[in-house]
């Protein structure tokens, strides 16, 4: 028998999100382009994260399970156009997703078959349900605001089909679910509630007037506009998934988007009084509530008095900017058009360690970030499915496509929150801690038979993670890979042959007990105290001696991710 030891990502004062799971729930919303009924893509992208996994798809009375995909594959899943949510109320048009084992899921919607300039785009990351909540704050937006903050004219026409945004409130559970909307109408706070059937939604209009959204049980909420106009009356489609209020932050770098010349940011808070600053200066809103940056062609870095969430906007363009404490070490992104960039921020100190797949970014031109640690790139893409991770630190990952002058995008999809050296991780490292005692030779093929190998604590926050899974007072020790060699009776790490990359075995950081190590005479191999109150620190002992093994599996990272087949829901 076994304790199995986890290290897993975990979040952080429940900020800290990573965006897979094995359920999910989602809507399209109308994608109206350029009024004209052009044929329609809607596509939801689903990638194992993990060998042999088998996703489910259930669309009003349609179940279609996929099966085996390998880790890294992605699978095409093809709507028709009455999968879209065209009407106010209730509708039966959500969109279920459950897996075996951790996916990814990202929407795509096109609308139009001409030229470029007669396309409507957007795409949008599917939260899991894990990360789905009951309290949201709803941005408070009016179309006529935007249209006269960027410099635009009223459309010839009043239908609000057409020329207001939409909210739609999906329950995430099977139950029926009490939702409660909250308007403050010419200064009186008032709520509306309604039920809502297992697995269903409503589409409500979302003037600035509705600015919560509460519920007993989970629930997705979708902001959209179906066609914000832009300039030389063209128009495209907005969507936005908003997070629940515990994945808000106060420090934003709020990111420049090459090609954007006119951009607000749009900050959303619990409390009125609340703020946001710019190098000491307070940002003032405009009337319609919209702040202006301090330029428009850097990215700059912005921190609010209170938890808020903070959107970019520019005509056609709706993006949720990445607080600072939701940074992660590994993003996947999936593009879709000829002209695509990641937009990445990572820490000017260790910038040339960002990584696209398997090899580090050296065509990167990087720009400071004033008053920040931080630099940022534009990275170009050439393939249609990567992932971009860091082996040290916390990044920000943002996907930027091109259909002829509009840009539209979004933050790529966190898939690991904690730094690697060995990968972009989708499987943590396990310890295993033997109850029976061994040998230290014993104990090594012991390991090794488990396809693990003896641990290897070549860092400080490896040697506390290992601390912090083991919640003992025993006065015992456990073996772990250190020993000395015996030519030059230098330590070393001994590590199990992999096909996994590994680090180098040379002995940097150590953890060694007050006059320890021991001559070499007296030991030759080295344990761990499992007594916390020792701290868990190292010994030099005689290599024939028992004690138990503390086993080390490394952690499963991505190696590629490859194109699989298409499915058609009808």
């Avoid at 109320?89 to 929407?107: A, C, D, L, M, P």
Wanted: glycine share 4%.
């Amino acid at each position: 028998m076994f304790l199995i030891l986890l290290i897993a990502s975990t979040f952080t004062q429940g900020l800290t999100i990573v965006s897979h799971g094995n359920s999910f729930i989602t809507a399209f919303p109308e994608n109206l382009a350029y009024f004209y009924p052009f044929t329609s893509s809607i596509i939801l992208t689903v990638t194992a994260l993990h060998e042999d996994t088998s996703f489910t798809v259930y669309f009003n009375n349609t179940q279609r399970t996929i099966p085996n995909l390998q880790r890294g594959a992605t699978t095409k899943v093809m709507f028709p156009k009455t999968a879209e949510v065209h009407q106010l109320n209730f509708s039966t048009n959500s969109i279920r997703i459950t897996s075996t084992k951790n996916v990814v899921v990202q929407s795509f919607s096109q609308t139009g078959t001409g030229t470029i300039l007669e396309k409507s785009v957007q795409t949008s990351v599917v939260q899991p349900i894990t990360n789905l909540g009951t309290d949201y704050l709803i941005p408070p937006l009016k179309q006529l605001d935007l249209i006269q903050t960027f410099g635009g004219s009223p459309a010839p026409f009043s239908s609000q089909r057409y020329s207001s945004f939409k909210l739609i409130i999906i329950n995430a559970e099977d139950t029926e679910n009490n939702i409660t909307i909250v308007k403050n109408i010419s200064g009186s706070v008032q709520e509306e509630n309604f039920t809502i059937p297992s697995y269903q939604l409503i589409q409500l209009q979302a003037n600035a007037s509705l600015f919560k959204v509460k519920s007993n049980h989970k629930v997705a909420v979708i902001l959209t506009h179906p066609c914000l106009e832009m300039t030389a009356c063209k128009c495209n489609m907005i969507v936005n998934q908003i997070l629940p209020t515990e994945f808000h932050g106060q420090n934003f770098v709020v990111p420049y988007i090459p090609g954007i010349t006119q951009s607000r940011l749009l900050m959303t808070s619990n409390e009125r009084s609340t703020s946001l600053s710019h190098s000491n200066v307070q940002l003032q809103p405009s009337s319609s509530g919209l702040l202006s940056l301090s330029f428009q062609t850097k990215s700059q870095y912005v921190n609010a008095s209170g938890n808020v969430s903070l959107k970019l906007i520019s005509p056609g363009l709706f993006v949720e900017v990445i607080p600072e404490n939701m940074f992660a070490a590994c993003y996947l992104l999936q593009v879709y058009s000829d002209v695509k960039n990641a937009l990445v921020i990572a820490e000017t100190g260790s910038k040339t360690n960002v990584h696209n797949q398997n090899s580090p970014v050296t065509n990167a031109a990087w720009t400071e970030i004033t008053g920040t640690k931080y630099s940022s790139a534009i990275i170009p893409l050439t393939e249609q499915y990567t992932f971009i991770w860091h082996p040290s630190s916390k990044i920000a990952v943002y996907i930027l496509e091109n259909i002829g002058t509009t840009v539209y995008g979004g933050p790529a999809i966190p898939i690991n929150d904690q730094p690697d050296e060995l990968g972009c991780v989708v499987i943590p490292g396990q310890f295993e801690v033997k109850n029976e005692p061994l040998n230290w030779t014993e104990s090594l093929a012991h390991c090794t038979s488990l396809q693990s190998q003896l641990a290897c604590l070549t860092k400080e926050d490896i040697q506390m993670e290992l601390a912090n899974m083991i919640n003992t007072t025993e006065d015992e020790e456990a073996w772990i890979g250190l020993r000395r060699s015996l030519m030059t009776t230098d330590w070393y790490w001994q590590r199990t042959p992999s096909t996994t990359p590994l680090p180098s075995s040379s002995v940097d950081y150590i953890h060694w007990a007050d006059g320890q190590p021991l001559d070499k005479s007296k030991g030759l191999c080295a344990s761990l105290s499992l007594d916390r109150e020792d701290a868990f620190k190292w010994k030099s002992a005689k290599c024939c001696e028992k004690k138990r093994p503390v086993c080390y599996k490394p952690p499963t990272v991505l190696t590629a991710l490859t194109s699989g087949v298409t499915q058609n829901i009808s």
